[in-house]
C-alpha cells in the first residue's frame, strides 16, 4: 500500500473541530474586514473633495509623480477660478469643518447605535442580523459614491447617508466577536485575538488601495467598488457563517458541565461560590482583575441561569449587569480615548500627509497604509505579551505609556522627509493601535465571559456592545476636534491626541495597580470554579 502524500497527511492530522474553527476564524475575519474596507474611502478622497490644481501641479512635479492615467480626463476648474478644483459643497474655506462634520455624523450615528446593537444583536440569529447590516451597509457606502454620478452637491446628503451607514454598521462588530468567543476559548486567546484583529489593519489597507486607484479620476467609484464587496461578503456571511459549535456537533471550546439539577423543564447548571472557606479565592486573576477588592462578584440578581442546551433561547444579561462585572466600566472609558486617537488617524492621516509632504491624494492615501501595517504588529504583540503575563490592563498601559511622546516625535521627525514619515507611521501605528485592538477583543471576551456569567454568551454581546460603543464616543470626537484644530496647524492635533493618550492611561490605573500587586495573577485560570 502506497504511502499518502505528505499534504494528505497534513490535512488529515487536523480534527474537524480544528478545520471548523480554521474556517470560521478565516472567514470572521474576511467579514469584518470588508466592513472596514468600506470606512476607509472618505479619509482618502477628502484630499479630491478638496483641492486646488495649481498646488497638485507642483506636488506631482516636485515627485515626479503620475497622477493621470492614460484616457483619463483632468477635472475643469469651475468657471473664474483658475485654481480650484474642488467638488462643492466642500469648495469653500471651511472645507476642514465640513469635512470634519461628515466624519462626526458616521461616528457619532455610530456611537449611538453600539449600545442598541448589542441588545438587538443577541435577541437575533447572529447570521441574519450580520448580512442585513452588512447589505444595508455596502448600499448606503455606494450611495455616498452615487453623487459622484448625479453630480450631487449637496452637504445634506452626504450627511444623512454617513448617518445611516453608521446606525447598520453597528451590526458587526458584536456579532463577529460573539460568533469567534463561541468557537474560541480563552487559552491564548490574546495571541489569537491579536492575529484575528489585524482584520481591522488590512480592512484599511485594502480600503486605502481600492479609494486610491479611482480618487484622482472617478472618486464615485471609490466607495461604491467598496460598498458592492460588502454587500457581497453579506451573502457569503448569510450563505456559510456557523453561529456556534454545536450547530455542526463540534465540540465547544468552554468548560463542560454535564451534570445539572432539574428546574421545571430546563435543567440548569450551577456552580459554587466564586470564593471558598475562610476567603481564600478560587481564581486568582478574578482577584487581582475581576473582582473589586477581590469580594464582590456579579450580583446575581443580574445573572441569568443557561439551560443545559448552551444556552440557547436564554434572556440575555441586563445592560446595568453587564456595567457591573468589574473592570467594563474602565477599559470602556480607556477605549473611549484610545479609539479617540486611532479613529482621528483612520479619518486625517491622509490629509495630513498631503498638507505636510506635499503629495497627491492617492500618495497620500497608499502611503497611509503603513500605520495600519504597525498596527497588524501591534495588535499582536499586544496580544502576545498579554498572554504570556497574564496582564491585559498593565500591558495596555504600557503601550500608552510609550504611545503618547512617540505621537510628539511623529509630529516633529514627520516634516523631515518621506523617510521620516515611514518609519514614524509603522511606530505610531503599533503603539496606537496596539491597546485598541487588545481591549476590543480579548479584553471584551475574558469579560464577556466571566466565570460568574455561567457561559452565558448572549452577555458577551451586550458587553462587547458596550465597550466599543463608549469607545466610538471617543471615535466620533476625535475627528471632529481634527477639523476643528487642523486649521489653527497641526501641531495643535498632535498635542489633542497625547492628552488623550494620558487620558487612557489615567482609567486604568487602578486596575494596572491590583495586577501589579497581587503575585496570584499569573496563574490566571489553573484553578476552575467547581460544580456541586
Known amino acids: 500500500m502506497a504511502p499518502l502524500p505528505a499534504g494528505v497527511?497534513?490535512?488529515?492530522?487536523?480534527?474537524?473541530?480544528?478545520?471548523?474553527?480554521?474556517?470560521?476564524?478565516?472567514?470572521?475575519?474576511?467579514?469584518?474586514?470588508?466592513?472596514?474596507?468600506?470606512?476607509?474611502?472618505i479619509s482618502i478622497v477628502k484630499g479630491e473633495l478638496h483641492r486646488h490644481c495649481a498646488t497638485l501641479s507642483e506636488g506631482?512635479?516636485?515627485?515626479?509623480?503620475?497622477?493621470?492615467?492614460?484616457?483619463?480626463?483632468?477635472?475643469?476648474?469651475?468657471?473664474?477660478?483658475?485654481?480650484?478644483?474642488?467638488?462643492?459643497?466642500?469648495?469653500q474655506d471651511n472645507y476642514q469643518q465640513l469635512l470634519g462634520a461628515l466624519d462626526y455624523s458616521f461616528l457619532c450615528a455610530y456611537a449611538v447605535g453600539m449600545y442598541f446593537s448589542g441588545i438587538i444583536g443577541e435577541r437575533l440569529p447572529i447570521r441574519?442580523?450580520?448580512?442585513?447590516?452588512?447589505?444595508?451597509?455596502?448600499?448606503?457606502?455606494?450611495?455616498?459614491?452615487?453623487?459622484?454620478?448625479?453630480?450631487?452637491?449637496?452637504?445634506?446628503?452626504?450627511?444623512?447617508?454617513?448617518?445611516?451607514?453608521?446606525?447598520?454598521?453597528?451590526?458587526?462588530?458584536?456579532?463577529?466577536?460573539?460568533?469567534?468567543?463561541?468557537?474560541?476559548g480563552k487559552g491564548r486567546r490574546g495571541l489569537i485575538m491579536g492575529v484575528w484583529n489585524s482584520h481591522t489593519s488590512v480592512g484599511n489597507i485594502l480600503g486605502s488601495?481600492?479609494?486610491?486607484?479611482?480618487?484622482?479620476?472617478?472618486?464615485?467609484?471609490?466607495?461604491?467598488?467598496?460598498?458592492?464587496?460588502?454587500?457581497?461578503?453579506?451573502?457569503?456571511?448569510?450563505?456559510?457563517?456557523?453561529?456556534h459549535p454545536r450547530d455542526v456537533a463540534c465540540s465547544s471550546s468552554?468548560?463542560?458541565?454535564?451534570?445539572?439539577?432539574?428546574?421545571?423543564?430546563?435543567?440548569?447548571r450551577l456552580q459554587k461560590p466564586l470564593f471558598a472557606d475562610k476567603g481564600k479565592p478560587l481564581d486568582p486573576e478574578m482577584q487581582c482583575?475581576?473582582?473589586?477588592?477581590?469580594?464582590?462578584?456579579?450580583?446575581?440578581?443580574?445573572?441569568?441561569?443557561?439551560?443545559?442546551?448552551?444556552g440557547a433561547g436564554v434572556a440575555a444579561i441586563s445592560f446595568t449587569g453587564a456595567l457591573k462585572i468589574p473592570g467594563v466600566v474602565e477599559f470602556s472609558l480607556c477605549l473611549l480615548f484610545a479609539k479617540l486617537v486611532s479613529y482621528t488617524f483612520l479619518f486625517w492621516l491622509p490629509l495630513y500627509i498631503t498638507s505636510v509632504d506635499h503629495l497627491d491624494a492617492r500618495q497620500a492615501g497608499e502611503l497611509s497604509t503603513l500605520f495600519d501595517v504597525g498596527g497588524i504588529f501591534g495588535g499582536i504583540l499586544a496580544g502576545v505579551i498579554s498572554d504570556r503575563l497574564e496582564k491585559r490592563a498593565?500591558?495596555?498601559?504600557?503601550?500608552?505609556?510609550?504611545?503618547?511622546?512617540?505621537?510628539?516625535?511623529?509630529?516633529t521627525i514627520s516634516r523631515m522627509g518621506l523617510e521620516a514619515t515611514t518609519a514614524m507611521l509603522l511606530l505610531s501605528g503599533a503603539l496606537v493601535s496596539g491597546p485598541y485592538a487588545l481591549i476590543t477583543t480579548a479584553v471584551s471576551a475574558d469579560l464577556g465571559t466571566h466565570k460568574s456569567l455561567k457561559g452565558n454568551s448572549h452577555?458577551?454581546?451586550?458587553?462587547?456592545?458596550?465597550?466599543?460603543g463608549t469607545g466610538s464616543v471617543g471615535a466620533a470626537l476625535g475627528p471632529l476636534l481634527a477639523g476643528l484644530l487642523s486649521p489653527s496647524g497641526w501641531n495643535n492635533v498632535f498635542y489633542m491626541l497625547m492628552v488623550a493618550d494620558a487620558c487612557a492611561l489615567l482609567f486604568l490605573i487602578r486596575l494596572i495597580h491590583k495586577e501589579l500587586s497581587c503575585p496570584g495573577s499569573a496563574t490566571g485560570d489553573q484553578v476552575l470554579s467547581k460544580e456541586h
Open 9 to 41: 497527511r497534513f490535512i488529515t492530522s487536523f480534527s474537524r473541530d480544528q478545520w471548523y474553527r480554521a474556517f470560521i476564524f478565516v472567514l470572521t475575519f474576511l467579514l469584518y474586514a470588508s466592513f472596514h474596507l468600506s470606512r476607509k474611502p
Open 60 to 91: 506631482d512635479l516636485r515627485f515626479g509623480s503620475q497622477t493621470q492615467r492614460a484616457g483619463d480626463t483632468p477635472r475643469q476648474p469651475p468657471p473664474g477660478n483658475k485654481t480650484d478644483c474642488s467638488w462643492a459643497p466642500f469648495d
Open 128 to 184: 441574519y442580523y450580520l448580512t442585513f447590516g452588512m447589505l444595508a451597509s455596502g448600499a448606503f457606502t455606494a450611495l455616498f459614491g452615487f453623487g459622484y454620478f448625479y453630480n450631487i452637491h449637496s452637504f445634506g446628503f452626504y450627511v444623512v447617508t454617513q448617518v445611516v451607514n453608521g446606525l447598520v454598521q453597528t451590526t458587526g462588530w458584536p456579532s463577529v466577536v460573539t460568533c469567534l468567543s463561541n468557537w474560541f
Open 209 to 243: 488601495l481600492i479609494a486610491g486607484y479611482w480618487v484622482s479620476t472617478c472618486w464615485g467609484l471609490s466607495f461604491v467598488v467598496p460598498g458592492a464587496i460588502v454587500a457581497a461578503m453579506g451573502i457569503v456571511c448569510f450563505l456559510f457563517l456557523i453561529e
Open 254 to 268: 468552554l468548560v463542560a458541565h454535564p451534570r445539572g439539577q432539574e428546574n421545571g423543564a430546563h435543567r440548569f
Open 289 to 310: 482583575l475581576l473582582l473589586p477588592e477581590g469580594k464582590h462578584p456579579v450580583p446575581q440578581n443580574h445573572i441569568v441561569l443557561l439551560p443545559a442546551d448552551g
Open 394 to 411: 498593565s500591558t495596555c498601559g504600557l503601550m500608552l505609556l510609550l504611545a503618547a511622546p512617540t505621537l510628539y516625535m511623529f509630529s
Open 459 to 468: 452577555a458577551l454581546a451586550t458587553v462587547t456592545a458596550i465597550i466599543d
